[in-house]
């Protein structure tokens, strides 16, 4: 298709997810409305909106947990199924039971158990992956702790190391900033900057507009279907985010990397 | 004191009724970890009421209690998983109507026998002094059948109770595993019924790993803490009964209330006088 080729003409490869026309509904009420969207190896995307914008149902939908009313989605070319390990999912801090008896090196040997199979218990080479992932994200010396001890960013490591264990790909990363200081989400994007030269491409779901700008390539504006998608600074303006977030939203004309969200459901309080 | 212990199990009965309690106690308490973890324990109440048509009709017919309740167990997991996931009710209220529906069904059948109070007493409350040999075979064999199934299903179980979704996206099918999960715990109901009874056997589920949810955070501990919990409340509460001429499933359950409490009072991390 060469409008294809003129909305990429660096990439002749094909794109790693593909969504063309996707719509969801839960119990008839639309969650994603006719959604298309390409993304390529060595994207690192934000999608941005607000709460139930359908940030996660798009992550879901990507990892086959939800169907789809019409439209279809493909990955690395072929269609979606559950059980493609090359996607790994970062889940969002609520949806997580923190008081779990599981210690942290339990935790990123899930990422495993895709390969390990039925009734097989994990191996030497094994935890040897799972060290080397907590590793990479500088969590090697907390692999005994239990999960809920842990600080909001390093949690958030843990899960990341959960996705390099499984040797994902495709790095879904579902509100990785909310309850983190400054510092630790810096530390998340060089995280996730390290895993797209590893791996391929990167998905964040944000809140916070504030660190879409110079972090990454293309952002997803989504309010059930998607307001606007490319690079942060042709897309952000005062429309394209004014329909995005309706009225939760108030733009300093001044200096659009500096945005405040007025949060109705106090996110950010 | 040795004599004090030893007493009771010169009776037949006795010693069948402690190893049938210890046995169903350690395996509820294991699989009663992993309710516990995954918030099932209403699900868990509303299957021991709903196995109870089961039971009623195998006792009508002269059948097997076991089979009966087995049977009926299984139409009650797949019963709610049906409704919750088809109608419009979310999943407590659909478990509302069938376990309430399920277990006055069972009443009502129970009721067609003359004299039938003392046949539902033992069947809500337990008889475990009434053990047979040939209960105690079934027992043994289910809940071998049951510890087998845990020991093997473990990594899946963590996965099933930990992040189900994190499974599905490695293409696990955790549908399935939780419709397995509920025959484990349908199973574990059909022994506990013979011990502590219909009713009671959802405290012999809860209150074990409850107690030992208080005391660490690692699961194989838990698992051994509510193992032990569990034995030690059936052991204790046989001995009550005996001695003070109490029923015994009854006294099995309030001696495991009774760990929980004090477990309540003095957990390290998250016990009252702790804070």
């Known amino acids: 298709m060469t409008v294809l080729q003129r909305d990429h003409p660096h990439r002749h490869d094909q794109p790693v997810i593909e969504l063309d026309g996707v719509s969801v509904a839960y119990r008839g009420q639309p969650a994603l409305e006719d959604l298309s969207l390409k993304v390529y190896c060595g994207e690192r995307i934000a999608v941005i909106g607000p709460n139930g914008a359908g940030k996660t149902t798009l992550f879901k939908a990507v990892l086959g947990l939800v169907p789809l009313s019409s439209g279809r989605i493909r990955l690395f070319g072929g269609e979606v199924k559950r059980g493609c390990m090359r996607v790994g999912y970062v889940p969002q801090r609520e949806a997580v039971n923190w008081d779990f008896p599981i210690t942290v090196a339990e935790v990123v040997m899930m990422g495993r158990y895709g390969r390990l199979g039925w009734l097989r218990q994990p191996t030497a080479a094994d935890w040897a992956a799972v060290q080397d992932a907590l590793a990479q994200v500088e969590m090697g010396a907390f692999a005994g702790r239990q999960i809920g001890q842990l600080s909001a960013g390093q949690q958030q490591r843990v899960f990341i190391a959960r996705a390099l264990a499984q040797e994902a790909e495709v790095l879904l990363l579902d509100e990785p900033f909310t309850g983190v200081d400054v510092t630790t989400q810096h530390t998340l994007f060089e995280l996730i900057a390290r895993f797209r030269r590893k791996g391929c491409a990167v998905l964040v779901a944000t809140h916070d507009l504030n660190t879409v700008m110079g972090n990454f390539d293309r952002v997803l504006c989504l309010n059930r279907r998607a307001i606007a998608y490319g690079p942060p600074d042709e897309v952000f303006n005062t429309d394209v985010l004014s329909e995005t977030y309706g009225s939760q939203l108030v733009v300093l004309p001044a200096e659009l990397t500096r945005l405040v969200v007025d949060d109705a459901h106090g996110h950010f309080g | ?275």
């Open chain 2, 1 to 275: 004191m040795m004599d004090w212990l030893l007493l009771p199990l010169q009776q037949g009965f006795m010693q069948r009724g402690l190893v049938a309690a210890v046995m169903v106690a350690i395996v509820c308490s294991l699989v009663g970890t992993y309710v516990v973890l995954r918030g099932m324990s209403f699900i868990g109440d509303a299957m021991a009421h709903a196995i109870l048509p089961g039971v009623a009709a195998a006792f009508l017919s002269g059948g097997n209690l076991f089979v009966g309740a087995f049977l009926a167990g299984l139409f009650v997991a797949f019963a709610i998983g049906l409704i919750s996931r088809t109608a419009r009710l979310r999943e407590d209220a659909a478990i509302g109507v069938v376990f309430v529906g399920a277990f006055a069904l069972g009443v009502l059948l129970i009721s067609t026998v003359r004299g039938y109070t003392v046949d539902l007493a033992h069947i809500l409350f337990g008889n475990v002094l009434g053990v047979s040999p040939e209960d105690l075979a079934w027992i043994a064999l289910v809940g071998g059948v049951v510890l087998v199934l845990l020991f093997a299903f473990r990594k899946e179980l963590l996965l099933l109770s930990f992040d189900p979704a994190h499974g599905s996206a490695l293409g696990l099918p955790m549908d399935a595993l939780n419709y397995g999960f509920l025959v484990l715990l349908a199973l574990t109901i059909v022994i506990a019924m013979r011990t502590v009874g219909n009713i009671l056997s959802v405290a012999m589920l809860i209150t074990p790993a409850a107690t030992a949810y208080l005391l660490t955070d690692r699961l194989r501990r838990m698992l051994l803490i509510a193992a032990g919990v569990g034995t030690a409340s059936a052991l204790v509460g046989l001995y009550l009964s005996y001695y003070l001429n109490v029923a015994s499933g009854a006294a099995i359950v309030v001696t495991a209330t009774a760990f929980f409490l004090i477990a309540l009072l003095l957990s390290p991390r998250s016990g009252l006088l702790a804070r």
